[in-house]
């Protein structure tokens, strides 16, 4: 997005100042010494010219790609300082009247013809031949004037058409970024219900029913109590698992969601684990959705790449990796148990290190994982 801002809306600025300067500096070199006071005044309103195309041209720019009101305060400031600036050439001999209106009419053609209103248009492209021909009197000048200005006009409604469109593509993938953030917490949302729905529906009947042997003075009603205390047990460790991961994770189902949140993002993704230890699957997929999380918040990747490069012996060791071409920042702490850092205390009790940082443009996320014989993963 910054690469074409730059090409697209940059480059317009500088055609303007550069129209500027080239004519003004020519203006420079032809005045004799005693022409000194009419140089200043010339470049004073050159000066003047520059800053307030910039100034339309910007207001121009803002309304792309969508129209919306005119900014009618540019408008009329640029339209003042235009008249002004004529009025002043009038007064100067041939050469500095000659630049003068070259300066206004690139003011006209680059700064002002960036607004797509057929209004700002009609007056655009009446004015610009009439801005050259007039001081001339000559009718080839009026039909450069309208030729070049033609050629300026569509040259800058290109060029911002291509910004707009730009914009319009990152916003939808912004859009589509935040719909797969979305459905990746309604999927853990699907997930808490379907791991603690059960066990808080069997601890409501649980309790409703020795609540009623109670007050039956049934003998049987501190033993359902007891049943109560043992799913509810259950379903706080069950809970602390889902939410440090330790449910079970399958690699396959998250590398497939990996793909759809990467892919609705824009992200290219390969995948090259051949040779990845079974036991090592499941942490596998604690990385790859954290990893996957990370590129989605914190970076502009366009490609991910996972890959398992096994150790020099057969013994289970090797390299897990997860690199992305966006360098974003993606080594923000998170609390124990979420981000990178949380990441690496679970892969420690399996012998595993985690290091995160980037390498040049790219960031990598690596885990290195120990030999087989010096692991304690529950496949």
Known sequence: MERVELYAVQSLYSVLVGLLLLVNLSLVARLSPGQAPVGLAVAAVAVVLGGVGCWVLRAATRLWPRHGPLPRRPLVVTAGVCVAALAVAAALPEDPRTAVVLSVWGVLAVGVGGFRDPRVTGVVVV?????????????????????????????????????????????????????AVAEERLRFSRDVHDVLGRRLSEIAVQAELAARLAEAGDASAPARMEQVREVAHDALREARALARGYRGTDLDQELEGARSLLSAAGITTEVALDGLPHQWREPTGWVVREAVTNVLHHSRAARVRVTWTPGPTPDGAGTLQVRNDGAGDATTEGTPGSGLAGLAERLAPLGARLDAGRQGDTFVVEVVVPAADRTAVAS
């Open 127 to 179: 004015a610009l031949p009439l801005v050259l021909g007039v001081p001339a009197g000559e009718p080839i000048v009026y039909a450069y004037g309208l030729g070049a200005g033609l050629f300026m006009l569509f040259t800058v409604r290109a060029s911002l058409w291509i910004y707009g469109v730009v914009r319009e593509l990152d916003g939808a993938k912004q859009a589509q970024t935040s719909l």
